[in-house]
């Protein structure tokens, strides 16, 4: 009958050298992940910043058009008080 190897005994520990190049190797994996991810996003950024500038034009034209108006009624009702 054989006996089953508790989870410390089958845990293996590199020696320095080892974990530092295992440490080296996923940081450079997460690095390049990160630069994948950036790049296919990258078409998608520039669309978010131009819908983004495109709103904010409009809602600048929109809070000018308001503005007129209000200046336009204060001007009015100016007109209207002293005549």
């Known amino acids: 009958m054989t ?6 005994e089958l845990r ?3 020696d320095g050298k080892m974990r530092a190049f295992l440490v080296g ?3 450079f994996i997460g ?6 991810i950036i790049t296919l996003l990258f078409p998608f950024l ?3 910043g131009l ?3 495109i709103m904010l034009a409009v809602g600048l034209v929109f809070l000018f058009i308001w503005l007129l ?3 336009v009624i204060f ?3 100016q007109f209207r008080a002293h005549a």
């Not at 006996?3 to 410390?8: G, H, L």
């Not at 690095?31 to 994948?36: D, E, Q, T």
């Open 3 to 8: 006996s089953v190897p508790s989870p410390n």
């Open 69 to 71: 108006g209000k200046i």
């Open 31 to 36: 690095i390049i992940f990160f630069l994948v």
């Open 12 to 14: 293996t520990v590199p």
């Open 75 to 77: 001007i009015w009702r």
């Open 25 to 27: 190797l996923l940081f």
């Open 46 to 48: 520039l669309l978010a």
């Open 51 to 53: 819908l983004l500038e």
